[in-house]
């Protein structure tokens, strides 16, 4: 079965340089920052495919002697799961636990054996979604994953990875579907605007 996806097809007119974030959000609240999923920066006239996978995962990151590690990924299911961050000797470890959590939560435990402050992240098809999380020994993070996407214009330098802040999205920002297609019109003068229409087009030309 072929992946879902989003078109966006660029209808400006003068804009070679058009870059778009693909991000969701922690919750509805509008002042949270979210992370650049994806980018897309089609050309004048051409089409973005952004395939959507729905494989969500958490992992954790933790400095040791000056060098950056990461624990394995592990898959979370229905958008709801529990985790414990322990540690095995010198290694920090991530492991599903049997701790309750409400529902549609997914909750991060660290356990203070720890002894250091470690960076929660939440990925969906193995790149961030969710800006990294610091997280005490002791301490616990929680997250409503809300698998809505959203699609913002943004400036030419942000990258897949790049922490947004929701205020600067705003004024383009609208949401969209996997099956969906995303139409940016305007120009540098009028200003950029993004509509959304059911079903998955291309620009004329085919590209």
């Known amino acids: 079965m072929a992946t879902p996806q989003i078109n966006i097809i660029n209808n400006t007119v003068d804009n070679d340089s058009l870059n778009l974030a693909i991000y969701q959000k922690f919750s509805a609240t509008p002042n949270l920052t979210v992370a650049a999923w994806r980018t897309a920066s089609p050309s004048v006239g051409t089409t973005a495919y952004v395939p959507i996978p729905d ?61 250091q402050a470690v960076d929660v992240c939440i990925t ?43 205020e600067e999205l705003s004024t383009s920002e609208v949401a969209i579907q996997p099956g969906q297609t995303a139409y940016v019109t305007g120009d540098i003068n009028t200003g950029y605007t993004i509509t959304v229409k059911n079903g998955l087009y291309t620009a004329p030309c085919g590209n």
């Open 55 to 115: 494989n969500y995962a958490v992992h954790v990151i933790y400095p040791q002697d000056g060098i950056s590690y990461k624990t394995q990924c592990l898959g979370i299911t229905d958008y709801e799961g529990s985790y414990q961050v322990s540690k095995d000797g010198n290694d920090i470890t991530l492991s599903a636990s049997t701790t309750d959590f409400p529902d549609n939560q997914v909750l991060v435990s660290v356990a203070k054996k720890v002894a």
């Open 124 to 166: 969906l098809g193995g790149d961030v979604v969710y800006p990294p999380q610091t997280t005490s020994p002791g301490d616990s993070q929680d997250f409503s994953i809300i698998p809505t996407l959203y699609l913002a214009k943004v400036k030419p330098e942000v990258v897949k990875g790049g922490v947004l802040v929701a």
